[in-house]
């Protein structure tokens, strides 16, 4: 075989080298042929790997380098021709395919390169993931701790439970070795150490609030980290040679505090704060996390919030016991008030019945003497005697009547009345007098007012009689005029009472009455001072007038239970004065029923004088009493029979007996349980005798529980000749008669 000279060797062989050369390319050979292998076996298990192509390729440049290696093997010896060109031929494969896969890596390795800043991106979106769980369940846990602590504050309302409570939260929660409250003191120049968790420091100690450290944790909302060393840190001794822990502070707003004024708190006009201070434990590699710094945080908004709910609850608390107390003191006024009132009305009642008694008496006496023969000098006293008497019993019914308008008790009764006969009737009782003082007494009727009206008449002519009687009183020359028609709505306002707001309606109209007097008149600073009770201007007084006050002062009450409005007008001394009333009256129905009231006051005018051999029942235990009431009916032809006791009674009482007149307030005797048993002992009505209760009692309860036992009629005294004639007449014709009271 001929030698091959492809390749000249430029230096001798060295054995020992070739023989290395030859190992390291069979290794190579072995290296290069296995990576094919196991790219194979990952393109084949990896399905999601997008350039297997590439890997096919990158495996053939490899398989190819092995299998130039492995062709070298022959080359380190003399070799054939064939040799050559099997090395020369897989040289030039290994050439293409390495050429080729340099090209494509050229577009690859971008494409890799960007999914390897995707895996970057993806990885840092993870770690910063992880960072936000990481904070996440921090604030789970911070919120966790703050929701216990929130519960556990305003478990109560108490101040002094909140802070107290707070600091021992805070201090199990955070595991502190020291918390502090100082709370500014009432100038609000220093702050107190008011509360701490270990109470190693005696409580009271203060400090000055305008420290660098207090001012400059003032002016944040943060919780800030302090010196150890500073005024408000230093809770406790530190002994040997510990190391402080770290200090944080943080204010806790007082809110609104100058509103609520809490007893030992300042009065502050502006916002201020408390300081709470959170030491850790010393000797300690621990510090303040800002999960830590966040939870202390919101736990000093939260004091701000139940402290102020807890002022607030305060002041509830002290202006409900206050509101208590005045509620007890109001309370007792008004039992005091009641007590007195009741003692008041006991009072009068008593007293009512005791002074009509006898003036019962003096009445009935005095009007069975007038009726006799006397001498002119007699007849002028009897007369004085009498209108005393009137006068001292219009005094009694002005003073009862004053105290059922004080207490409410009195009330209008309201009934259908001939208005113009009112009129007519204080004209023609007022005039008698007025001839007597040379006064000239005139009445105008409008046309327009009506004839029947609703109301109170009795009140009504009480008011107009008040007026026109004290015209005729305070003048001693010259003319009276009264004057009645329906109000306009022009003339219904008066600017001197702005409380008075009359309702014009179709139901009901404003009778406007005036009565105008050429008196001495009045002075115009003086004129509010009449409608006060028992009281007298100075012209009034100084004319011996005899007047009690009380007159105006119940004309007033009665015109404002009408719905009305009174007042007096006079230019001065000297020139005469007008009053003025206007009350509210209903429309009367157009009906017959309507006009029988006033039938019975025409019949009334023909009384019978006398009523011979009536048999009468009198029943009083005032022997006084009993004999006057007596010497009426006996004056009258009335056959009397007089008792003074329940069983007396029922043992004389018989069908002969056309009337009783009975006292129904007696001391021990039942007067209505009478009335009851005369019921039951007379079934028949015609076989029973007229039950007439006579009293001295005015109030409505008499009245009201007299009908109710079916007593036919009820008479106040005192009574005189003309009033017990007029109530037989009216007995006898109608049996029933119940006095207006």
Known sequence: MEACNCIEPQWPADELLMKYQYISDFFIALAYFSIPLELIYFVKKSAVFPYRWVLVQFGAFIVLCGATHLINLWTFSMHSRTVAIVMTTAKVLTA???????????????????????????KNKAAELDREMGLIRTQEETGRHVRMLTHEIRSTLDRHTILKTTLVELGRTLALEECALWMPTRTGLELQLSYTLRQQNPVGYTVPIHLPVINQVFSSNRALKISPNSPVARMRPLAGKHMPGEVVAVRVPLLH????????????????????????????????????????????????????????????????????????????????????????????????????????????????LQETELTPEQRLMVETILKSSHLLATLINDVLDLSRLEDGSLQLEIATFNLHSVFREVHNLIKPVASVKKLSVSLNLA???????????????????????????????????????????????????????????????????????????????????????????????????????????????????????????????????????????????????????????????????????????????????????????????????????????????????????????????????????????????????????????????????????????????????????????????????????
């Open 447 to 741: 046309a327009d007012l009506p004839v029947q009206a609703v109301g109170d008449e009795k009140r009504l002519m009480q008011i107009v009689l008040n007026v026109v009687g004290n015209a005729v009183k305070f003048s001693k020359e010259g003319s009276i005029s009264i004057t009645a028609f329906v109000a306009k709505s022009e003339s219904l306002r008066d600017f001197r009472a702005p409380e008075f707001f009359p309702v014009q309606s179709d139901n009901h109209f404003y009778l406007r009455v005036q009565v105008k007097d050429s008196g001495s008149g009045i002075n115009p600073q003086d004129i509010p001072k009449l409608f006060t009770k028992f009281a007298q201007t100075q012209s009034l007084a100084t004319r011996n007038s005899g007047g009690s006050g009380l007159g105006l002062a119940i004309c007033k009450r009665f015109v404002n239970l009408m719905e009305g409005h009174i007042w007096i007008e006079s230019e001065g001394p000297g020139k005469g004065c007008t009053a003025i009333f206007i009350v509210k009256l209903g429309f009367a129905e157009r009906s017959n029923e309507s006009k029988l009231p006033f039938v019975t006051k025409v019949q009334a005018n023909h009384v019978q004088t006398n009523f011979p051999g009536l048999k009468v029942l009198v029943m009083d235990d005032n022997g006084v009493s009993r004999s006057v009431t007596k010497g009426l009916l006996g004056h009258l032809g009335c056959d009397v029979t007089t008792v003074s006791s329940i069983d007396e009674f029922l043992h004389v009482i018989s069908q002969e007996h056309k009337v009783v007149f009975m006292d129904v307030c007696m001391p021990g005797i039942d007067g209505y349980e009478l009335a009851v048993r005369i019921h039951e002992k007379f079934t028949k009505r015609h076989e029973r005798p007229v039950l007439v209760a006579l009293t001295g009692n005015i109030d409505k309860m008499t009245k009201e529980n007299c009908m109710r036992v079916g007593m036919d009629g009820v008479i106040l005294k005192p009574v005189s000749v003309d009033k017990m004639r007029s109530v037989l007449s009216e007995l006898l014709e109608h049996r029933v008669l119940f006095e207006a009271m």
């Open 257 to 368: 505090l100058s509103n609520f004024q809490i007893n030992d708190w300042p009065e502050l006009s502006t916002k201020r704060y408390a300081l709470m201070v959170l030491m850790l434990p010393s000797d300690s590699a621990r510090q303040w996390h800002v999960h830590e710094l966040e939870l202390v945080e919101v736990v000093a908004d939260q004091v701000a919030v139940a402290l102020s709910h807890a002022a607030i609850l305060e002041e509830s608390m002290r202006a409900r016991d206050l509101l208590m107390e005045q509620n007890i003191a109001l309370d007792l006024a008004r039992r005091e008030a009641e007590t007195a009132i009741r003692a008041r009305n006991d009072f009068l009642a008593v007293m009512n019945h005791e002074m009509r008694t006898p003036m019962h008496a003096i009445i009935a006496l005095s009007s069975l």
């Open 96 to 122: 293409v395919v390495s050429c080729a896969t340099a090209l494509m890596l050229v577009h690859i390795i971008p494409d890799l390169l960007s999914v390897k800043t995707r895996e970057l991106f993806l």
